[in-house]
């Protein structure tokens, strides 16, 4: 990349940094650092602000550069998470967004907690929502790396380090100053940044093909190196049955995934009642569907007009295959509109990263501070909430700094893939159960829990991401036993199952009316926060 798109694109980045960083330092100084502040924002968002905020903070780098790349290389089969991310919502919406907000005040261990005996379940729920997080951490730190080396023209691991680097250290700013006031401000601007990229994107991939999209399908399978292929479903997962079983697996994790997800529940409470909640979803739902529709015509545009080879080159993953079309589309590495293009959608790309961070990172410190230090603090010494909060971000910070230089050469769209399947095996069974099964127990909770959660962790170390493959985390070892990518098929029936039998085996019976009192708080919100 010549010089020009470099110094343009790190200067509108660090523009887009300045102003966030400028509405946290304001949110800072003119808020005071209550717990509800701190995690909800004071609870005072409208349903269309909060619509965009969720919209935001759901885009992630996995949204723009993941499905676009994985589109742009495998077709058909790459347009499927689009679809999976999409449906997702249907799930939050009829299932989740009301009762969460009218059951719950911060975390998902408040909607548990409210007819369990809490530390059990507070650490259950905690431990899983921080790992959650974690993971979904890592395919935004992958994106940054991607994506500043393909900036600064520098393939090699330094590049990418202190691009992570950057990325973490700015996070841990935004939440430990701004909480989630400055957290929704800052994906708002950043969910309209994308929305208006995306669609410029979209309409120039689309004149130039005169609006035929039938002509951009064709010319797309034509230099994918693939032909009709790459049209047609299987070219990644229908070779064999595993490829198949895996399909099936990830498209699971995807559609039941998006509820459990930490940083998605913590936006309900961000509003004042649970219609505004469900209005909020609306929104976003429309905000999204639109971004995946156009993420398909990105996808193939890129396949289309770069080349899948030449996606390939720039990152195995497919990673850069956005920054590249937009290259091209400006008019080439040599023209301006070339640089100017590039620049933008290199520094939306970059809001993209940061404000989703910020929105997981401060999820994962609530759960920290709010469920494992809350439960455990009579044994410690007692500290402010928000205090324990805003260092548990940096130690957050850290860890997803460490992984995401380790994963770095896997796709963002695949990384959180695994996410939504730690997700729906272990937050979803325990969040279905609480909300609509009377006779559900504290150990069934427990369970239910560390039953999706562990054997989704175990199962991907033993699959082929970690060892095995060429493609691998560790490619010169092989320990790999468990043939799927995802373990999702495996791992959320598993919570489900778990969850069942822990509460069939209890001693301790239900209470009933505690379960009375919920079930009344869920669905007319008398008593909610």
């Known amino acids: 990349m010549s010089g020009d798109h470099q110094t343009l694109a790190l200067v509108l980045f660090g523009v887009f940094v300045a102003i966030t960083l400028a509405i946290t330092t304001y949110v800072s100084r003119n808020r005071q650092g209550s717990a509800e502040e701190f995690y909800a924002g004071g609870r005072l968002f409208s349903p269309m602000e909060n619509g965009f905020a969720i919209a935001g903070d759901y885009m992630s780098a996995a949204s723009f550069l993941g499905i676009s790349g ?4 495998y077709g058909y089969d790459g347009l499927l998470y689009s679809v999976g991310f999409l449906v997702a919502w249907l799930v939050v919406l009829f299932l989740v967004a009301e009762l969460v907000r009218n059951c719950g005040r911060f975390t998902l261990a408040d909607v548990v907690a409210a007819r369990m005996r809490e530390r059990p379940v507070r650490v259950a729920a905690g431990t899983s929502s921080v790992t959650v997080s974690v993971l979904y951490l890592v395919a935004q730190m992958v994106g940054a790396g991607s994506l500043v080396a393909l900036l600064l023209g520098e393939t ?14 700015l996070m841990v700013i935004y939440v430990s100053l701004g909480g989630m006031r400055a957290t929704t401000w800052i994906q708002i601007v950043k969910a309209v940044l994308l929305m208006g990229g995306a669609i410029a994107l979209t309409v ?12 951009l399908l064709r010319t797309a399978a034509d230099r994918s190196g693939h032909g009709s292929a790459f049209l047609a479903p299987g070219l990644k997962y229908g070779g064999d049955w595993t490829a198949r079983m895996d399909f099936i697996s990830l498209g699971l994790a995807l559609v039941l995934g998006t509820a459990g997800l930490p940083h998605i529940l913590s936006r309900f409470y961000t509003v004042p009642t649970a219609r505004a909640a469900r209005r909020s979803v609306v929104w976003s739902i429309g905000l999204i569907g639109s971004f995946y529709l156009m993420t398909i015509v990105l996808g193939f545009g890129a396949a289309a007009i770069v080349g899948s080879d030449a996606v390939r080159g720039s990152n195995a993953a497919g990673n850069t295959a956005v920054p590249l079309l937009a290259l091209d589309l400006g008019g080439g590495a040599d023209s301006t509109g070339g640089t100017v293009l590039f620049a933008v959608v290199a520094a939306v790309a970059f809001a993209t990263i940061l404000a989703v961070v910020a929105g997981i990172t401060l999820a994962s410190s609530a759960s920290v501070a709010h469920d494992l230090y809350a439960s455990l603090r009579r044994r410690t010494k007692q500290r402010s909430e928000v205090a324990v909060a805003r260092v548990a971000a940096a130690g957050i910070g850290a860890v997803a700094i460490g992984l995401g230089l380790l994963a770095r050469d896997l796709n ?23 909300l609509f099964w009377r006779d559900f127990t504290t150990r069934g909770a427990v369970w239910s829990v560390y039953g999706g959660l562990l054997p989704a962790l175990a199962l991907v170390v033993l699959s082929p991401v970690v060892s095995g493959s060429p493609d691998s985390l560790f490619p010169g070892v092989d320990f790999q036993y468990f043939p799927l990518d995802n373990p999702g098929l495996v791992s959320i029936p598993l919570g489900f199952v ?24 869920s669905l007319t919100g008398a008593g909610a926060v």
């Not at 090699?156 to 250290?169: E, K, M």
């Open 70 to 73: 994985l589109i742009a290389l």
């Open 204 to 215: 120039l991939v689309l004149m130039r093909f005169h609006g035929d999209f039938d002509q």
């Open 156 to 169: 090699g691991d330094a590049a990418r380090t202190w691009a992570v680097i950057g990325v973490g250290a």
């Open 412 to 434: 963002v769209a695949f990384l959180v893939g695994l996410a939504f399947a730690v997700a729906a095996s272990a937050n979803l069974p325990v969040l279905l159960y609480s």
């Open 498 to 521: 778990a969850g069942w039998l822990g509460t069939v085996t209890s001693a301790e019976g239900a209470d009933e009316a505690k379960h009375a009192e919920t079930e009344v708080r």
